[in-house]
């Protein structure tokens, strides 16, 4: 049997063969090393309280914040040559939302939360790697080839996808849905669980959504999609980003392309990546089939 279809580190090829038993406990073992960085990173996040809250999660509330300041020089230079724009279209001024807390152990639960949140985004890099041990051994050579960097560009897109919510989106939502109303005579009380809720769903979600390549890669690899398909169903994801777009912004054009453009230039690099993966693997079944 050639090189190409033996895995490249087996138990197999060392004479020895792992039960289910074995496999589980390796498992076991992957899965306790990813906890224990998540507990000791949760620890760290937990006793540096004042940056993990002042600095980092309730930042985005204030105009004062980097990216509200950034937005509105944006704005302003746009404006300049693009008149469709306003010069403060993005300008957050003396926006500071007050957040209340009603539950008794509220705010030391909210703490344990943010800690482990904290602690799961920080060692997202760590827990890829632990995955790819566990799976490496059972891939054929050429598999760990095509798999190559996939922990690296797993973790960068994740944490790509976190930074860019939490500097773009998360701002644009928390200002748009803490100043809205339905009346003068209604005012906004929000919760501090409310917000948190926010800021964690928008955050870990764009995260996701910001492996859509991997994902692209993997599936057109075992042949599930495949690039014609993205490209037939293109207009339907527009339409959805779009959407996507206009809920968690402002109401006007320019925040929602801000938002929408880095989405759908993430579908078409999964398309890229998708024609040149189903290409690859063409030319395979067909020397295959020689």
């Given at each position: ?11 197999a090829s060392?004479?020895k ?33 004042d940056?993990?809250f002042?600095?980092i999660?309730l ?7 980097i ?6 020089e944006?704005?302003k230079?746009?404006?300049s040559?693009w ?7 993005l300008?957050v ?10 539950n008794?152990a509220?705010q ?8 482990m ?8 890099p760590y ?12 891939l ?6 095509y ?7 797993s ?16 701002p644009?939502a928390?200002?748009f849905?803490?100043?809205?109303n339905?009346?003068?005579t209604?005012?906004?009380q929000?919760?501090l669980?409310s ?7 928008l955050t ?9 390549p991997?994902?692209?890669?993997f599936?057109?690899?075992?042949g ?19 959407v ?9 054009v320019?925040?929602?392309i ?16 998708s024609?040149r993966?189903?290409?690859?693997r ?7 089939q020689?």
């Amino acid at each position: 049997m050639s090189e190409k279809t033996l895995p490249e580190n087996t138990e197999a090829s060392e004479g020895k063969e792992m039960t289910f038993w074995d496999h589980l406990e390796e498992l076991r073992w992957h899965l306790v090393r990813s906890i224990a960085a998540i507990i000791i990173l949760g620890l760290v996040a937990f006793l540096n309280k004042d940056i993990l809250f002042n600095d980092i999660i309730l930042a985005p509330k204030s105009s004062d914040f980097i990216s509200n300041r950034a937005l509105c020089e944006i704005s302003k230079w746009i404006s300049s040559f693009w008149t469709v724009v306003s010069s403060d279209a993005l300008c957050v001024e003396d926006f500071n939302l007050t957040l209340i807390n009603i539950n008794m152990a509220g705010q030391f639960l909210i703490h344990l939360y943010i800690s482990m949140f904290a602690g799961i985004i920080v060692a997202i890099p760590y827990i890829i790697w632990e995955v790819w041990s566990f799976i490496k051994p059972a891939l054929y050579k050429h598999e760990q080839q095509y798999a190559r960097g996939a922990v690296f560009w797993s973790s960068f897109l994740f944490l790509f996808g976190i930074s860019f919510s939490y500097f773009i989106i998360v701002p644009l939502a928390v200002m748009f849905l803490g100043t809205y109303n339905v009346s003068e005579t209604v005012a906004n009380q929000i919760s501090l669980n409310s917000y948190i809720s926010t800021v964690v769903s928008l955050t870990f979600a764009v995260g996701l959504v910001f492996e859509l390549p991997i994902f692209v890669y993997f599936l057109t690899k075992v042949g599930i999609i495949t690039p014609s398909f993205m490209r037939k169903n293109r207009r339907m994801m527009i339409i959805v980003v779009l959407v996507i777009s206009a809920i968690i912004t402002p109401p006007d054009v320019f925040s929602q392309i801000l938002v929408a453009f880095p989405l759908l230039g993430l579908y078409e690099i999964s398309i890229i990546i998708s024609g040149r993966v189903y290409k690859k693997r063409m030319e395979e079944m067909g020397e295959g089939q020689e």
